[in-house]
């Protein structure tokens, strides 16, 4: 069965520095998402991204935060500054259409230093 | 502002058991609703998707079922068996799936 696949699988990164979070959606998606889930808390939505472009996004997703679709497979999602509070579990995801089951990736677990 | 609460937090059960885990939310203009299962370090499965104007879904062992005029829904789970041991969230959301609200989740544990 397709899934959603994220990379890597674990960064630990300084606070201040750039990271950039890969993930490869599930090839015929055409929503594509970014989650996270800070230790102990709810899961909360961050971006959703379709037809190239961000259709809509959090309050967490401030300036710092970008998300990208470099080329047909790939969506990553970019912190240019990292804080300690970015620490969390970032989740990838995809869906066939806007009322169709998302599909999640195994995550990525951020750590800031 | 949509707000998602789920009890009990946690559920310790024996093997066999039926069992229910409940999920409510405070606006009841929602789009779909859907409950995931996520096992410690690992994602989030899709376990039932059930549209607004559903009542409820089946698959295999579980059965969601939605009440938008009271704001709730509820996972059973028949004959629970030792793998069934992980946690399990609901979401929903208002008008479109992009945005989904969660629950903090029941962490269900199933001794054999």
């Known amino acids: 069965e397709p899934e959603v696949t994220q990379t890597p699988s674990h960064q630990v990164t300084q606070m201040g520095q750039e990271v950039i979070l890969r993930c490869v959606p599930i090839?015929?998606?055409?929503?594509f998402y970014w989650y996270r889930q800070i230790l102990g808390q709810k899961v909360e939505f961050l971006v959703s991204?379709?037809?190239?472009?961000?259709?809509?996004k959090s309050e967490i997703f401030d300036d710092q935060f970008s998300v990208e679709r470099p080329d047909g497979s790939n969506f990553t999602l970019k912190i240019r500054s990292t804080k300690l509070e970015d620490s969390a579990m970032y989740f990838c995801?995809?869906?066939?259409?806007?009322?169709?089951?998302?599909?999640f990736g195994n995550g990525t677990r951020l750590t800031v230093t | 502002k949509q707000e998602v609460t789920q009890i009990p937090a946690a559920l310790s059960v024996p093997e066999g058991e039926n069992l229910v885990l409940n999920c409510s939310f405070t606006?009841?203009?929602?789009?779909?609703l859907q409950w995931f299962r996520q096992d410690p370090g690992k994602g989030l499965t899709s376990l039932l998707l059930?549209?607004?104007s559903q009542r409820e879904q089946t698959s295999g062992r579980l059965n969601a079922s939605l009440d938008k005029s009271s704001g709730r829904s509820t996972l059973y789970i028949a004959a629970s068996q030792p793998g069934d041991s992980a946690t399990y969230l609901c979401?929903?959301?208002?008008?479109?799936?992009?945005?989904?609200?969660w629950g903090l989740g029941t962490s269900l544990a199933v001794n054999p």
């Open positions: 995801a995809s869906s066939a259409s806007g009322s169709s089951p998302l599909h």
């Open positions: 090839s015929n998606h055409l929503y």
């Open positions: 991204f379709y037809n190239n472009e961000i259709s809509e």
């Open positions: 606006d009841s203009a929602i789009y779909n």
């Open positions: 059930i549209q607004s």
């Open positions: 979401a929903t959301n208002a008008g479109n799936n992009r945005k989904l609200i």
